[in-house]
């Protein structure tokens, strides 16, 4: 069973900027690729970022040059930086991972970006 804990969320201006964490159980997490998705109001769940079990990334469009994705395999970790952050990035934001075919989500963090 693979548990994970997302955290790190808030309250932001426009502008300012957010470091979310999420920590996931068991010690298969180096293995795989890990995701952020968020969700904003009235919108499907959509990918933010992605980093491959070698470190590599992806980043959605909207995103890219603000955002930075990590992982500490030490810590069973990965990491959201997210910079500049813009009204349109607020939503609850969920970790992902996919292993042996079942797909596993955190509950989420909410990051609010308002004046």
């Known amino acids: 069973q693979v548990q994970l804990v997302e955290s790190g969320g808030g309250l932001v201006q426009p502008g300012g900027s957010l470091r979310l964490s999420c920590a996931a159980s068991?010690?298969?997490?180096?293995?795989?690729?890990m995701a952020w998705y968020r969700r904003a109001r009235g919108n499907q769940r959509e990918l933010v970022a992605l980093?491959?079990?070698?470190?590599?990334?992806n980043y959605a469009a909207s995103v890219k040059g603000r955002f930075a994705i990590s992982r500490d395999s030490a810590k069973n970790t990965v990491y959201l930086q997210m910079n500049s952050l813009e009204p349109e990035d607020t939503g609850v934001y969920y970790c992902?991972?996919?292993?042996?075919?079942?797909?596993?989500w955190g509950k989420g963090t909410l990051g609010t970006v308002s004046l």
């Open positions: 068991g010690s298969i997490f180096s293995w795989y690729a």
């Open positions: 980093i491959t079990s070698g470190g590599s990334t």
């Open positions: 992902n991972i996919v292993v042996g075919g079942m797909t596993y």
